[in-house]
C-alpha cells in the first residue's frame, strides 16, 4: 500500500512537473534567434530590475507583516479584533487591481496628487520601483501576517514566562525567543511574497518597471522571439528553484516546540497605545480601505444593470474551475506530503519540483502546458479521433493548468503544518502499531484540518485572481472574473474594470475571513 | 458540480445538421465587436464563438494546436501580428472580390492572406495653449531642443510606439531612426508610464506639452465626459503628423485573416466581408473611434475637427518585417 502511493505520488508529481520541464528544456531544442540582444544588456538590465523590486517588496512586507502580527498577537488594544481580521483582506485585491487605483490616487495625474500640487506645490507620483514595492508590498503582506500570527499566538508561552522570570526585555524576548520560534511561518510567507511579486506582470508593466517577466513579453511581444523568452523563463525559473531550496533548508534548521498554549496578551496604554492603535489604522488604511473604497466608488459611477448579468456568469464559471482545481491540488498535495514524510525516497523528497509551476508567469505555464497538450491532441489525431477528444481549449486542460500553477500554493500549508507535528507524535503511532498510511489519516490529518481548509481557499482565491492563464488557455465564450476585469484594463476602461474587480474581492472574502479564522486560533 | 466537459464546445465536424458558427480568435475587445458580431450572427444566421486574449499568447496558442486548432478567422490589431501570422503559417490566401474593392492594396497582404479593417493613427496631442500647431507638424519635430523635458510617450512596449520606429526605418533606414529615437529619449518629461490616457492626462496636468499617442484613445477621451478627465480635454489639441519628406501620417491597423486550418472557411470569409462593409465601417468608425479602411467611409467627427487624415502609404506588412529591428533601435536608444 505505502508503495502503490509512493509511486502514485510521484507519477502525480512528475504530471504537474511536465510542463515546467517542457519549459525549462525548451531552449535545448527551440531556436532563439534574438538571444545574441537578449541574453546581454537586455537580460542584465531585467535582472537588476527583478532584484531590486523583489529586494524592495519582501523586505517591506516582512516588516509590515511580522510587526502587525507581533501588536495583534501579544498586545490587547481598542479596535484589536478588528485590525486582526482586515490585515488579512488585502489578500482578495490581485496586485494589477490595486496598482491601478493606486496610480488614479497617487500617479502622476492621481487625484489625490493633484490635490497635494494645488494645496502644497509638489506633486506625489507613485508609477515608479519603490512606488511599486510599497504597492505591492501593500497587498501581499498578509502572506507574512498569516503565519507569523498564528506563530506567535501560540507556542511561546512556556519560553515566554520563563525569560520573563529571567528578566529579559520585551525587545530580546522578541529577538532571541519569538523570532526564531516563527522564523519557518515568516520565511514561508516570505517566499510566497517573493514568488507573488517574481511573477507579477500587469502591476509591473504598467509602472514602467523591467523585470524577468516583462522582458520575457518583450522578447515574446516585441521580438517576435519565443524561444528567447523561455530561456528568460528558464532564468526565472532557477531563481525560484534557489529560493526553494533556501526556504527549505532554513526550515529543516528550525526550531520545534511541543508548547501549543495560546499567548497571554498584555494590556498597553499611554503612548504605546497610541502608537500600535496609529500604526494600526494606517496599515488599514493604506492596505484595504483605500484601493477597496477607490473600487467601490467607480463601480457605483459605472453602476449599470445589464452588466451584473455578465457578471453572475463569470462568477459561476469562476468558482466551477476555482473549485476544481482546489480539489486535484489538495489532493496531489497531500499524497506528496505524506511519501515525503513516511517514504525515503528521493523521488518523494523531489517533489518540491512540482511546486516550480507557482512562480512562472501564467502565461508561460501555459505555453508549457498548450505545447504537451498540443503534441497528444497531434497524436491523438493520427490515430483517427480527431474532432472528438481535443484538449486545448477544454475546460479539463485548463483545471490541469491550473493545478500546476498552485500545488506549491495548497503545499505550503499543509507542508508548514506538517512541519509543526512532532515526528515523535508518528513514532508513538508507529510503535503502537499503525502503519504509515493510518498513523496518517488517524493521527497527522485531524490536527492538519485548518491547513487543509487553509489550502483548498488560497487555491480557490488564487484561481479568482489568476489571468495571464486563463485568458489563453480558456474554451469559446468563456469569462471569469478576471478576464472581466482585463477586457476593460486592456483598453484603459479602468472604471468600467472596478465592477468585475468589485465581483472578485467579495467573492474571495469568504475564503480570506475563513483564513484569518484558520491562523491563529489557539490549538487544542 | 459537474465535471468540466471533455472535448471541444465548439461544433464538432462530423455533426452535418449542425448549427452554422464561426471561431473567432481575436485581439480586440471592444463593445463594438460584440455589437458587430451580433449583427452578422442576425443577417447571416452564423453564430461567432470567440475567444479573446492577448496576441502573442493567442500566436502560441495557435502554434501549439497546429493543424487540430479550431479557429477559423483571427483577429488582430496590429499590422505587424498579422504579418507574423502569414510568416508562421496560420492564415490562407482567400481570394475575395468583395475585399479587394473594399480593402486598399496598401492595407493589406499582397498574397491576401490578411485584410486590414479599420486604422489607428500615431498622433501628436498637443497642449494648445503653450504650442503652436506648426511646432508639431511632423515626427521630427518632437526630438527640436524646444521641447526638452515637455515629451510625453508610452514604454517601447507600446505595439504601436514599435510599429511607428518600424516605419521610419523604412523610410530612412537604422541610423537615422536610431538618432530620432535618442531625441525622444532626450527631451522625455519622464521615465515612461502608464497607457495612452495616462499621456493625453498628464498634458491636463502641465507635466508635459506634447504626447504620442493613438487616434482612438483621443477619440475616447474627447468624448468622455467625466471631470477627472475635464483638464485634459480643455488643453488639448491634436495634430496628424508627417515624416519629413513624405505626405502621410503612420498608421497601422486591426485586421484579419482565414486560419489556416479552419473549419468553417466560408463562413469565416463571410464574416471578414462583413466586418468591411460599409455599415460596419461606419460602427467601426462612430461606436469605436477607429478610422474607417473603406474609402468613402467618414471618420467619427471629433476625429475629423483636427483635420483629415492622410495616410503613410507604406505597405504595412513592412512593419511587420521590422519590428524587431524597431525593438532594438528603441532599446540601443535607451527607449524604456
Known sequence: MTRTLSILAAIAALLLCLPIIAVVAAPFYNAAPQWDYVGGAFLWQHLTGTFLLLAGTVTLATVLGVGSAWCIAMFDFPGRRFFS????????????????????????TGTWSVLVDDLFGFRPDIMNLPGLCIVLALVLFPYVYLPARAAFSAGLTDAFDASRTLGASPMRRFVAIALPLARPAIVGGAVLVSMESL???????????????????????????????????????????????????????GLRTADHRPMRRTPIAGSVRATVVVGCS????????????????????????????????????????????????????????????????????????????????????AVGVMSLAGGLDARLATMGISGRLLL????????????????????????????????????????????????FFSVNLPLLRPALIAAVLLVVLEVMKELPLTLIMRPFDFDTLSTAVHSHTRIEQVREAALPALAIVLCALLPVLALDRLHGRPRQ | MLLPACGPQPQR???????????VYSHRHYDVDKKLFADFEQTTGIAVQLIDADDDQLLSRLAAEGANSQADVILTSDAGRLGLCKQAGFLQPVRSPVLDANVPAHLRDVDHNWYGLSMRARVIAYDKNKVDPKEVATYEALTAQRFKGKLLVRSSENTYNQSLVAAMIAHFGREKTLGWCKGIVAN????????????????????????????YYIGKLLTDTTTAKQKARDAMAVSYP???????????????????HAKNKENAIKLIEFLSSDAAQRVFAEGNMEFPVKPGVAAAPTLQAFGTLVQDSLALAKLGELNVEAMKVMGEAGWK
Not at chain 1, 481580521?85 to 502622476?108: D, E, H, N, Q, R
Not at chain 1, 505550503?412 to 508518528?426: R, T, V
Not at chain 2, 519622464?190 to 487616434?215: C, F, H, Y
Open chain 1, 85 to 108: 481580521w482586515v490585515f488579512v483582506l488585502p489578500l482578495a485585491l490581485p496586485t494589477y487591481i490595486s496598482a491601478l487605483a493606486y496610480a488614479g490616487l497617487l500617479g502622476p
Open chain 1, 199 to 253: 511573477n507579477d506582470y500587469g502591476a509591473v508593466k504598467h509602472y514602467g518597471a523591467t523585470t524577468l517577466t516583462t522582458g520575457i513579453f518583450r522578447a515574446w511581444g516585441g521580438l517576435y522571439d519565443q524561444g528567447s523568452a523561455m530561456r528568460l523563463a528558464s532564468v526565472l525559473l532557477v531563481l525560484v528553484a534557489t529560493l526553494l531550496i533556501t526556504e527549505r533548508l532554513l526550515r529543516r534548521k
Open chain 1, 282 to 365: 494606517l496599515l488599514f488604511l493604506f492596505s484595504g480601505a483605500l484601493p477597496i473604497g477607490a473600487l467601490v466608488c467607480d463601480a457605483v459611477s459605472v453602476a449599470d444593470p445589464e452588466l451584473f448579468s455578465d457578471l453572475g456568469v463569470a462568477t459561476m464559471n469562476t468558482l466551477h474551475v476555482g473549485a476544481w482545481a482546489a480539489g486535484i491540488t489538495l489532493v496531489i498535495a497531500l499524497l506528496l506530503a505524506w511519501s515525503e514524510r513516511f517514504t525515503k525516497r528521493n523521488v518523494a523528497r523531489s517533489a518540491w519540483l512540482a511546486r516550480l509551476g507557482y512562480v512562472g508567469p501564467g502565461a508561460v505555464i
Open chain 1, 392 to 439: 486545448i481549449g477544454t475546460l479539463p486542460l485548463l483545471v490541469y493548468a491550473f493545478s500546476v500553477r498552485f500545488l506549491a500554493v495548497a503545499a505550503q500549508p499543509i507542508n508548514a503544518g506538517l512541519a509543526q507535528q512532532s515526528i515523535a507524535l508518528d513514532e508513538a503511532a508507529r510503535t503502537l502499531g499503525a502503519s504509515p498510511l493510518r498513523t
Open chain 2, 13 to 23: 465536424v462530423e455533426d452535418v445538421p449542425a448549427p452554422q458558427v464561426v471561431n
Open chain 2, 188 to 215: 522625455m518629461a519622464r521615465d515612461p508610464k502608464g497607457g495612452d490616457t495616462d499621456q493625453m492626462l498628464a498634458i491636463g496636468e502641465g507635466l508635459g506639452e506634447v504626447a504620442l499617442v493613438n487616434s
Open chain 2, 242 to 260: 508627417v515624416m519629413n519628406g513624405f505626405s502621410g501620417t503612420h498608421v497601422n491597423v486591426s485586421g484579419a485573416g482565414v486560419a489556416r
